[in-house]
Every structure is written in structure tokens, then in C-alpha cells.
């Protein structure tokens, strides 16, 4: 399903959440959002799922308005860091009343899940730990059947073991269900290898929107001497530097590898990392 985001603006008071944003979202991607704390980013994802209303613009899915259209929301999954399921209830009831307003809910595959993620069905949703919370909702989001999937902070207190399982099971069923899904998180480069395009979310506008693979193309990183590092740098769009003692690296967007220059200055060129790009583009 395709999404369209046409000049969102959301003001809470004085805030500015959102600042006319205009995004366009293809089906069957697998996409990041970033941005630092008080970005957007959840602000972005509660307009999508019409859980709030835009100050101005609107959202349109698959030709259709979000807004009090059943129809839409109910082929949207949004996985939010709140726990807004009744709390008395049981992890084996939330999955069938979840069903109750997701027709397409594959039953035996959140049974399953549950089992791989050793998750006790019998137990409470408020006797959850918050990683078995986390597991709990995740595990609504892929069984539900829904086209377009929103994961808010998906791993939130999950240990290394439990976290590499998701990453795992969020490909294999995308591979199996191709669909839409947006993963919003401060693990950046966990997701990495997951992510196909990413959307950099910064005071409420997007600043770059990129494939993945672009991205770490269009960009590197030199290490050495940092008296070489200066002279390396000189003219390119230099985003970040790290420094320690006489050694310094820098990472670069844009340009070419100067292979040459490098090479008389005893420098080394690299590849980045998606994370420290996303560091360097919202200091910048």
C-alpha cells in the first residue's frame, strides 16, 4: 500500500511537531525512520494511524484518506512503545481479540512466535516484563495481517539474543509477505542490514530521504595522522570528526575517493557506518 504524506503540519501550543511535510512511501520496502529525541518521529507515526489529527495536510493511502476510513486502518499495524491493550487480559486473549479487528490474523503464527520467543501465553499483559511486553506486541504486528507495519522502538528492553531473533523474523516475513514497514528506533546500526531506504526526521522536517545503499555510497571515511586528516578534508563536506591524541578519523559526504592524495598523506579510506552518517547529517 502505498502512503502520501502531503504537507503535514501538527502544533501542539507553541510546538511545531511537524513542519509541512511531504513524504511519498512506496509498497513493499522496508524503511527506517531516524531522528533524535522530540524529532517527529512518533508525531509522524500517530498522524499515519490517524491517532491524531494534523494542525494542516493530510494522508493518503493507497488513494484513500486515513482519517475515519476502518477500511485503511485496518490494513495498518502500528507497534507503539504504550501499552494500550487491556491489562487484565491474558497474552492468549489479546491475540484472539486482536483478530476480532484484524480479519487477516494468522492465529498459529503468533502461537508460534510465542513459543520461539519463549513468551507465556497464560501470563497477564500486566505481569509482562518490559522486554516480554515488547515480544508481546511485536508478535501482534507480524501475525495481524496487516499490509503496512510501524514499529515505534521495537526492542525496548530485549537482550542481544531476543533482539537479533526479531531482526530475523521481521526479514523472513517480509520476504514471505512482502509489505510496508517502517522501523523507528535509536539502535541504528542493528537495523541496518534490514533497511532498504532510510527517512532522517529532524525539528519536525525531513532532511534526506535515500536508499540505504545511496547513502553509504555517496559517502566515506579517512583515518591517519590528524595533521593529514586536515589536509584530506580540505574542500569536501566533512560532517564528523573523531579525535584521539595525534590520531583522527573524519567522515566525508559527497565526492569522490581521493585515493591518490590519501596515499601520500599515510591516510586510510573506509566505508561509514549508517549511524554515525545519521550522527554527522543531524549535527551538521
Known amino acids: 500500500m502505498k502512503i502520501e504524506a502531503r504537507e503535514l503540519t501538527k502544533i501542539y501550543g507553541e510546538t511545531v511537531a511537524l513542519d509541512n511535510v511531504s513524504l511519498t512511501l512506496d509498497e513493499a520496502k522496508i524503511y527506517g525512520l531516524l531522528g533524535r529525541n522530540g524529532a517527529g518521529k512518533t508525531t509522524l507515526l500517530n498522524l499515519l494511524t490517524a491517532k491524531t489529527h494534523p494542525t494542516k495536510g493530510s494522508i493518503i493511502i493507497d488513494g484513500e484518506p486515513v482519517w475515519e476510513n476502518d477500511k485503511v486502518l485496518g490494513n495498518i499495524f502500528y507497534m507503539s512503545e504504550q501499552n494500550l491493550y487491556p491489562a487484565s487480559l491474558r497474552v492468549w486473549q489479546v491475540f484472539k481479540w486482536t483478530a476480532e479487528f484484524y480479519p487477516g490474523f494468522d492465529l498459529l503464527y503468533a502461537e508460534e512466535l510465542a513459543r520461539r520467543f519463549e513468551l ?63 522501523l ?101
Do not use: M, W
Not at 144 to 150: D, E, H, Q, T, Y
Not at 231 to 253: D, P, V
Open 120 to 182: 507465556n501465553t497464560k501470563k497477564r499483559v500486566k505481569g509482562l516484563s518490559t522486554g516480554y511486553a515488547s515480544i508481546f506486541k511485536a508478535i501482534l504486528a507480524l501475525a495481524s495481517g496487516a499490509k503496512i507495519l510501524l514499529f515505534d522502538e521495537p526492542v525496548l528492553g530485549l537482550d542481544a539474543n531476543h533482539r537479533e531473533l526479531l531482526y530475523r523474523e521481521i526479514v523472513a516475513h517480509y520476504s514471505e509477505h512482502p509489505k510496508t514497514i517502517i
Open 184 to 284: 523507528s528506533t535509536h539502535l541504528i546500526e542493528e537495523i541496518a542490514d534490514l533497511l532498504e531506504d532510510v527517512i532522517i526526521i529532524q525539528k519536525g522536517q525531513i532532511i534526506l530521504k535515500q536508499s540505504v545503499e545511496e547513502l553509504l555510497a555517496s559517502a566515506h571515511t579517512v583515518s591517519g595522522a590528524a595533521s593529514g586528516v586536515d589536509q584530506y578534508i580540505q574542500g569536501k563536506q566533512c560532517i564528523a570528526t573523531e579525535q584521539l591524541q595525534n590520531f583522527k578519523s573524519a567522515t566525508i559526504l559527497g565526492g569522490a575517493l581521493d585515493q591518490t592524495l590519501a596515499k601520500s598523506l599515510e591516510l586510510e579510506l573506509g566505508k561509514p557506518e549508517l549511524q554515525k552518517l545519521f550522527i554527522g547529517l543531524t549535527n551538521s
